[in-house]
């Protein structure tokens, strides 16, 4: 890898983190006000929290640090495919260990950690693995154009 690619990916890595705590913001956000606020079950406080934060992320990554063109739909499911399997180990898995006696915003801050190093190796490696970097600003207007018009 040349050292324009490299400072290119570490670019990247960077846009992804920023967004990412967007997103972490807005989930820990949702959990404790169901989990600690609502009195909700960890399990479901988790789970709204996580779903929300996935929209958010997708939706801006997307756009903004893989800047890929590729087939949103498909996008989407793939990184369901991800969510599929990552959503139930997590959900039970936490649940399990708060049951422990582990708070659960702490098990809540150690899973979004896992997530986000997981989903942006799936995102770059699988997802947008070919595409990153081929939306054009033609491609962007247009679809900012779609996204309007689909409200």
């Known amino acids: 890898m040349q050292k324009s690619e490299k400072f290119k990916e570490i670019i990247r890595a ?15 956000g949702v959990f404790t006000l169901m989990y600690e606020l609502g009195g909700l079950p960890y399990w479901l406080s988790y789970l709204v929290s996580l779903l929300l ?13 893989f800047k890929a063109a590729n087939n949103v739909p498909k996008a989407m499911a793939q990184l369901l495919c991800f969510y599929a399997v990552f959503t139930p180990v997590t959900v039970w898995g936490g649940q399990w260990i708060e049951g422990l006696g582990v708070h659960g915003l702490v098990v809540e ?11 942006f ?3 770059r490696f699988v997802i947008y693995r070919d595409s990153c970097d081929t939306a054009t600003v033609d491609d962007r207007a247009v679809n900012n154009e779609q996204d309007s018009s689909d409200a």
């Open 14 to 28: 960077a846009k992804f983190t920023l967004i990412s705590i967007s997103a972490g913001l807005i989930q820990i």
């Open 53 to 65: 934060s996935i929209i958010w992320n997708f939706t801006i990554n997307r756009k903004v640090t």
């Open 109 to 119: 801050a150690v899973t979004m950690i896992l997530n986000f190093v997981l989903e």
């Open 121 to 123: 190796l799936f995102c």
